[in-house]
């Protein structure tokens, strides 16, 4: 686990957006002493409550120096692209988001001081109203992503540990974010079809489709040359699906409130890395067309 020291302070702070998990991140890090701003399409002051305490969040003014950015994959690039008129010359970004790809589009857009980095996360988090809930406790895994991020390793991590800990700190993130992805990319897209809590997935009728949607998973990120083990992925997978029972997944949300999912950074993804390795993944194409129907169903 990364130390908690003050050097968190050391960096001031923009969370960007008002997702739960960022405002999760943003009010452990404001109770903790560390003073954080949001970056919001429309500037405005926010009043929430968090573990019965309120909380104000101003809105960001730049220069900014140390951002973390919690947006839906398919708004990474576009997020960024905003912020790099305001950064400053050494400035932070933390990434966080699910499925895989915006690493290498945000990479090259930074000036060689800015650093990069990646954060995963187990920690659940629901918005209500003007309210964020800690709905699951869980653990995080950051990883600096240039030189540039390694010379602000002490300040980020101590800030990161304290929004999102306990957190592990890595040089390497891809087994990580492989290992999320075949678990996402079972659960969500299965959840968001069939309308229902992760619990129901241990259900006999889903195992067959889990267990093909995780053979593709496997076959393709081998050939990337991150091998997972397909019985403890299957593990843990079904690990999640009792933990998060009562849960529903982030793309049965997107769904259920009609908006745009992260199909296409998570099975999608595993669509893509497979062309080019000329792997057939039928189940896996099947979930992202079914999904981007429903999408367009409602105008997305």
């Not at 999640?240 to 793309?251: K, Y």
Request: charged content about 10%.
């Amino acid at each position: 686990m990364a130390p908690n020291t003050s050097a968190s302070s050391a960096l001031s702070w923009t969370v960007v957006g008002r997702g739960a998990i960022g405002l999760l991140a943003a009010c452990r890090l404001q109770l903790a002493g560390n003073p954080v701003r949001l970056w919001l399409r429309q500037p405005a002051t926010i009043d929430m409550q968090f573990q019965q305490q309120p909380i104000q969040f101003l809105p960001a003014t730049p220069p900014l120096s140390a951002v973390f950015v919690p947006v839906k994959s398919y708004a990474v690039l576009e997020t960024v692209t905003t912020l790099l008129p305001h950064l400053t010359a050494d400035a932070q970004l933390v990434l966080s988001h699910n499925g895989m790809g915006s690493i290498e589009q945000v990479l090259p857009l930074l000036a060689p001081q800015q650093g990069l980095w990646f954060l995963t996360t187990t920690h659940g988090a629901l918005k209500q109203a003007d309210s964020v809930l800690h709905t699951g406790c869980g653990q995080s895994v950051l990883a600096p992503l240039n030189s540039a991020a390694q010379a602000h390793s002490n300040a980020v991590t101590a800030a990161m540990d304290t929004a999102l800990g306990p957190l592990t700190l890595t040089e390497d993130i891809q087994p990580f974010l492989w290992q999320k992805l075949a678990i996402n990319a079972v659960i969500n897209p299965l959840t968001a079809l069939h309308n229902c809590h992760n619990g129901e997935l241990a259900q006999p009728q889903y195992q067959q489709q889990i267990c093909a949607i995780l053979h593709e998973v496997c076959q393709v990120a081998a050939a990337a040359g991150y091998a997972l083990h397909y019985e403890v992925m299957l593990e843990k997978i079904n690990e999640v699906i009792q933990s998060t029972a009562t849960n529903f997944s982030s793309m049965q949300q997107d769904i259920m409130h009609q908006r745009r999912t992260e199909i296409d950074a998570i099975n999608g993804y595993i669509v893509a890395q497979a062309a080019r390795s000329n792997l057939a993944v039928p189940h896996n194409t099947q979930l992202q067309q079914q999904l981007l129907q429903l999408q367009q169903g409602y105008g997305r």
